[in-house]
């Protein structure tokens, strides 16, 4: 069974340098590895020195990478039921379809189809494993919930069968003016639904998909570590490790540097203090960029030494259910949490969990469809909802 390592992190802190790394020590363990890019400012090809394309383009032996076109992906699997959801309405003018589509392709909709393309290779089996180098958090977070968001939509936009819109088709063409999408369409739509689901199982599978995150010591970088796994774990992910980038070295004897030495220590003390749960690898901050093989070897022999950091380092169990005296409960794991930040609703068959602008749908299980939520309580980074 192949395994597919994400790494994702704010923008500018070394993910691309940091799976670059991982690819090619893989690699050179003759491990078959495949590294992808979803981020749309692809920069593998920059790093490996090599015009990576998109199509699997094969580097160095048991190296491959591939910089995913994601509008293509979107055209190749979207295309159709975007022109079902523009028929459905009919437009008074050109202007108002075009501004139709900016609407159907929500913020984030072309990276999900990288993933599904990355959902594609892993399935082809031909990879011991594939390293995913992500676009900044903001895109990758908002990546990451909607497969589940999407495929809720969805389900709530079209719920009736195939067999109801042959008929429903014609009457509602003549009728309200709508047209339905066509038999193509709906195929497509149930294809992707069914492809989205499989994509999130695949995702968060514990044996097969690990989610690492880059840092580096600074206040605000750390700060939306925080955040970003707060929300990897809101949504179910297993982050298994977290590596400590640009750190800067003792033997430097600048005077300039002290200070950023001392704010540096303070930072990593927090990240200790605070990520006690999970690996840590600490990179140095090196005197040149990191470009090309030799930077990257640099920081395989400083940092990533040991054959077990392509395994999984570490399996988080973030949702469980517990049969009490009286009912149920439900325990969501969410560390850095603060009861002020959520809200909590029950939805038909839902239970949802909202925080920000993130909001997790968790399906009710059968046992309780007669159960309603009675109370809720947040204790040291785990949320316990209770059924009655
Ligand atoms: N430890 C390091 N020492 C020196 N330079 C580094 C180090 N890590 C990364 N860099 C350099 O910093 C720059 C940004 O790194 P990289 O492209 O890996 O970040 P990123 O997180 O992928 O950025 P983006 O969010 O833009 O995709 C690159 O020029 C890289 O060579
Ligand atoms: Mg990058």
Redesign the pocket.
């Known amino acids: 069974m192949g395994r597919i390592i994400i790494f994702t992190?704010k923008?500018?802190?070394?993910?691309?340098?940091v799976a670059a790394a991982h690819a090619l020590k893989a690699a050179r363990e003759g491990k078959r590895t495949l590294i992808v890019s979803t981020?749309m400012?692809h920069?593998l090809s920059d790093i490996f020195m090599e015009d990576i394309k998109n199509e699997v383009t094969k580097i160095q032996k048991d190296l491959w990478a591939l910089e995913v076109d994601a509008n293509y992906e979107m055209e190749q699997y979207y295309g159709s039921i975007l022109n079902a959801f523009k028929k459905m309405i009919t437009f008074a003018n050109e202007e108002d379809a075009e501004s139709f589509e900016d609407i159907v392709t929500f913020p984030g909709m072309e990276e999900l189809f990288s993933l599904l393309k990355i959902k594609e290779l892993y399935e082809k089996d031909i990879y011991d494993l594939i390293v995913v180098d992500c676009a900044?958090t903001g895109e990758t977070l908002s990546l990451l919930k909607f497969p589940e968001l999407f495929a809720w939509y969805m389900e709530k936009l079209f719920p009736i069968g195939k067999v109801a819109l042959k008929i429903i088709r014609p009457i509602s063409k003549a009728a309200f003016k709508i047209e339905m999408p066509d038999n193509v369409a709906i195929n497509d739509i149930e294809k992707l639904y069914i492809k989205l689901f499989e994509l999130q199982n695949l995702l968060r599978n514990r044996d097969i998909c690990s989610i690492r995150l880059?840092t580096i010591p600074e206040k605000m970088v750390l700060e939306e570590t925080k955040r970003n796994y707060m929300y990897l774990n809101l949504y179910n992910f297993n982050v298994d490790g977290l590596y400590i980038?640009?750190i800067l070295p003792n033997k430097i004897e600048n005077s300039f540097f002290d200070e950023w030495k001392r704010i540096q220590k303070k930072y990593m003390e927090e990240i200790h203090s605070v990520f006690t749960h999970i690996p840590m690898y600490e990179?140095?901050?090196?005197e040149v960029?990191?470009?090309g093989i030799q930077g990257l070897e640099r920081i395989i022999e400083d940092s990533l030494k040991g054959d077990d950091i392509f395994k999984v380092l570490k399996t988080t169990v973030n949702e469980t259910f517990e049969k009490l005296e009286k009912g149920y409960k439900l325990n969501v794991y969410l560390p850095f949490t603060d009861k002020r930040d959520f809200d909590l609703f029950e939805s038909g068959i839902d239970i949802i969990i909202k925080m920000g602008n993130f909001k997790r749908i968790i399906p009710m299980p059968n046992i309780l469809r007669n159960y309603s939520i009675s109370k809720a309580n947040l204790n040291e980074g785990c949320l316990s909802i209770y059924f009655e």
């Open positions: 992190g923008g500018g802190v070394g993910k691309t340098t981020d400012a920069s900044p880059v980038n640009r990179i140095n901050w090196y960029d990191i470009n």
